[in-house]
């Protein structure tokens, strides 16, 4: 059995497009992990995300085939004629994530919103 040489094959700025594309690769039997660059751990514990991003790894033998699968992940598909094609699933994580940068947002300025008008019309009628 021999040991495994970690090659690093891509960063992302995010940890989740990390998990995503890991994950994939261990699905696809080749076994991947990702790493925080410098103090990223801490940041993602403390703050919840990272502006160091991760870095993802695999055994220095999987790495050409690895490149071309994240390739495939990552690109565009609407030059595709079918996402099958590719050997890949269609993830509608995608959209799943701006749906919920949409809702955050809306909480965001109604929470906001909430705080603000009362004061002002406290102000204004007060």
Known sequence: ME???????????????ADMITETLNDRGIPAYSESKGSGDYMNIYMGSSIFGND??????DADRAKEIITALTMPHEGKADAADADLPVRASDKRIHVVRIISLIAAVLMVLGAVVPSLVNILFG
């Not at 040991?3 to 497009?17: D, F, L, Q």
């Not at 993802?56 to 033998?61: D, H, L, S």
């Open 3 to 17: 040991g495994m040489k970690p090659v690093k094959i891509y960063s992302c700025a995010e940890r989740v497009n």
């Open 56 to 61: 993802i790894y695999v055994n220095e033998k």
